[in-house]
């Protein structure tokens, strides 16, 4: 089975590229001592050449200015500074332009009716001479504003937008769409990431690439092939008309190698997420990373990481591109993160894995109609940096209801890849990894530094409620049935432990108004339900706020509801009765990673649930979101944790050499930067997240 192809005359060409571009010593070409670009630079590599603040100094490291956007909430952005100008944006995704030596703000923009408040991680900085400008996703909308006022540019698409489903069909007309990471430029291309739903709904996940200065799609693509397109042979018939599938979309941000002209694009799972007898086959291109001609969106190679994805296996990342030595040569390289908890590394220009990768076999699906793929690519090295199997014995030892722990584990199936079914099934690492959206940082020696979550997770399918099994609700209890209950249960208690938030007595905390937008426009991590019509949107918010009229219905909500023969049961973690991990430690951790050898380096519990610790336990490690930064100083920053700490770390050996807390936990990627000759650090603090408390602020560190 080819996973990746390769033509030959291709090959030949790419080779010559190659040897011509590679030289005897890796270098870091073209990094900035600002932070231009999300993650750094086009590598995605979080490394800065600054070396002001090093080891012997870091202690004294102090606020130096920090700036309150009174917009709480969670914030994962990754600011970006050019020419002394820090973009960043708030909880509510308004765009914001500050002066990055003081913090002061410069201006604003915020949509005058912002429907979509869904978590932002940054915006995209384009220049041509006099013409600046930031790009950033709002609601479905691309927009462009002039990178110096916040005014939007009128001669980009309509008003200074352009509809994210621009390149995706009829079919995605109505359907949610929208971007939580920024684009990735390559010249005057942008090429955007989408998040879509990730049930029967879904849009289809085409890769877009728009013209900055006009918005118009410049090319698209397709994720699910047409007929006579590589892969169409990889799915039934007829999904590329989007009928009960769409997904396969990249929503974690891509990397760019912008002297070969080629973007890396990884994907997410096509939906629904965690059934796919309806989809049968390898399924291409979702969960693959794909190398594209960044000029024409043309395929040069591929790699798919899970075939026939039930599992929620997304890519979470966008993949490192390094310099690194295999077999006693320079190799231009490319490595992608995975929440299993691996890293695999492939030549950049021909996507031939640099270590091997064996096909493992694993269990069939005990649904009669899921034909499981019966293989899954496994890299032999480097290692991987999370848990790949747990035992009775890995149960939490501190649990006080040990024996509930155990009889859920009994009955549950446990091991890589088990299929999910009506059986519980323990999916670890479990669906936030493993490596999570923050993704990894590397250094120019080829050093890996990434941060693992340490979480399992119980998930099971149910069949779908039939018509008469519903035909006793009323119109607005049925959607919240068939949408809503799958994640805030069904007594709308919700699952706060694992991120879901309660509804019940919603109305005492919201007006109907906010709720009704919310159904629409989706918050946070949760999708918009954009096929509701505005009728099964009253139903809804009136059952939520306990006024239903059922009288009044005027129609039959719930007729857009697509079809599978099987429901998801919720996103539940392994918890003990405290709301500790239900396994033992470590619950979280860094792991340097030596790409060169695929050997780790070392390996630290990461984060610290101090109210443990207090009892004498040793640091547990807690779940984090948001990667590191590494500095020519060899310093690691990273906040991520939900202790709400900003820590600075020996990269050689993982050791804290300082930390303070944040007014709120920074559940987002530090940048570092130099204005006027001093190094600054800066991270945002949003909290929320995690069960934490909300924060509004971003805060720069320097020294005095």
Not at 166 to 191: E, H, Q, R, Y
Not at 410 to 430: A, D, I, W
Not at 682 to 702: E, M, N, R, W
């Amino acid at each position: 089975m080819k996973r990746f192809v390769f033509p030959a005359a291709l090959l030949l060409t790419a080779l010559f590229i190659a040897a011509r571009l590679s030289t005897d010593e890796p270098k870091q070409a073209g990094i900035s001592r600002e932070w231009p670009e999300y993650l750094g630079g086009p590598d995605r590599n979080h490394y800065s050449p600054l070396d002001q603040i090093n080891a012997s100094n870091v202690s004294k490291l102090q606020i130096a200015w920090e700036y309150h956007a009174k917009d709480s909430g969670q914030v994962q952005c990754n600011a970006i500074i050019v020419d002394g100008t820090l973009y960043g944006v708030t909880a509510t995704s308004q765009v914001f332009a500050l002066d990055a030596a003081t913090g002061k703000e410069k201006w604003r923009y915020a949509e005058s009716n912002r429907g979509g408040v869904n978590t932002t991680r940054g915006v995209t900085y384009w220049s041509n001479n006099d013409d600046k400008r930031i790009l950033f996703a709002s609601g479905s909308s691309l927009c462009a504003v002039d990178a110096r006022t916040g005014v939007l540019i009128p001669g980009f698409g309509t008003n200074g937008k352009v509809s994210l489903k621009a390149g995706l069909g009829p079919t995605a007309v109505d359907k949610f769409a929208i971007s939580n990471t920024p684009g990735t430029l390559f010249g005057n291309l942008i090429i955007m990431p989408l998040r879509l739903s990730e049930s029967s709904d879904a849009a289809p996940g085409y890769i877009q690439a728009f013209d900055v200065v006009t918005g118009k799609i410049a090319w698209v693509f397709r994720t699910i092939p047409y007929p006579g397109e590589f892969g169409y042979d990889t799915w039934p018939k007829d999904t590329y008309k989007n009928k009960n599938v769409g997904g396969a979309n990249s929503w974690s941000g891509m990397s760019i190698d912008r002297k070969r002209g080629i973007v890396y694009v990884p994907t997410g799972s096509a939906a629904f997420d965690f059934y796919g007898g309806n989809r049968k086959g390898q399924n291409l291109f979702a969960n693959c990373l794909l190398a594209l001609d960044a000029k024409t969106g043309k395929r040069i190679w591929h790699y798919q990481f899970v075939h026939h994805d039930i599992w929620d296996r997304d890519l979470p990342a966008p993949p490192n591109l390094v310099t690194i030595r295999s077999h006693g040569k320079l190799v231009d390289a490319v490595a992608q993160v995975t929440k299993t908890g691996h890293v695999f590394v492939f030549d950049r220009v021909t996507g031939k894995p640099l270590f091997p990768i064996r096909e493992t076999p694993y269990p069939k699906s005990s649904l009669p109609d899921e034909p499981t793929w019966p293989t899954q690519p496994v890299p032999t090295r480097p290692a991987p940096f999370a848990r790949q199997t747990i035992t009775e014995a890995d149960l939490n030892p501190y649990a006080e209801n040990r024996d509930s722990l155990l009889a859920t584990f009994r009955r549950s199936k446990v091991g890589p890849y088990q299929p999910l079914g009506k059986t519980p099934t323990l999916v670890y690492p479990g669906l936030d990894g493993g490596a999570e959206w923050g993704g990894a940082a590397v250094d120019p020696d080829g050093i890996m530094y990434v941060n693992a979550n340490e979480m399992a997770w119980v998930l099971s399918l149910r069949d779908t409620p039939k018509e008469e099994e519903l035909a006793h609700l009323s119109p607005g209890e049925r959607l919240y049935t068939l949408n809503c209950a799958v994640c805030h249960r069904p007594d709308r208690k919700g699952n706060p432990a694992s991120g879901y938030p309660s509804l019940v007595n919603i109305g005492q905390r919201r007006d109907r108004d906010f709720v009704s937008k919310l159904i629409t426009s989706g918050k946070g991590m949760m999708p918009g339900f954009t096929r509701l019509t505005e009728i099964e949107k009253q139903s809804l918010t009136a059952f939520l706020f306990g006024d239903e009229k059922v009288e009044a219905s005027a129609a039959k909500p719930g007729s857009k509801e697509r079809y599978v023969p099987y429901k998801f049961n919720g996103y539940t973690k392994f918890l003990d009765n405290k709301g500790y991990p239900g396994i033992r430690p470590p619950w979280g951790t860094l792991t340097a990673i030596d790409l060169n050898t695929g050997e780790h380096l070392w390996q630290k519990p990461f984060g610290e649930l101090k109210e443990l610790t207090a009892k004498g336990i040793p640091p547990t490690g807690a779940e984090s979101y948001g990667g590191p930064v590494v500095t020519a100083s060899g310093l690691l920053f990273i906040a991520a944790s939900k202790d709400g700490m900003f820590r600075v770390i020996d990269k050689k050996t993982g050791a804290v050499l300082w930390q303070t807390e944040l007014p709120a936990a920074g559940y987002a990627t530090p940048s570092t930067y130099e204005v006027n000759g001093k190094q600054y650090i800066v991270i945002a603090c949003g909290g929320t997240k995690l069960g934490t408390k909300k924060g509004d602020s971003y805060v720069a560190f320097a020294l005095p």
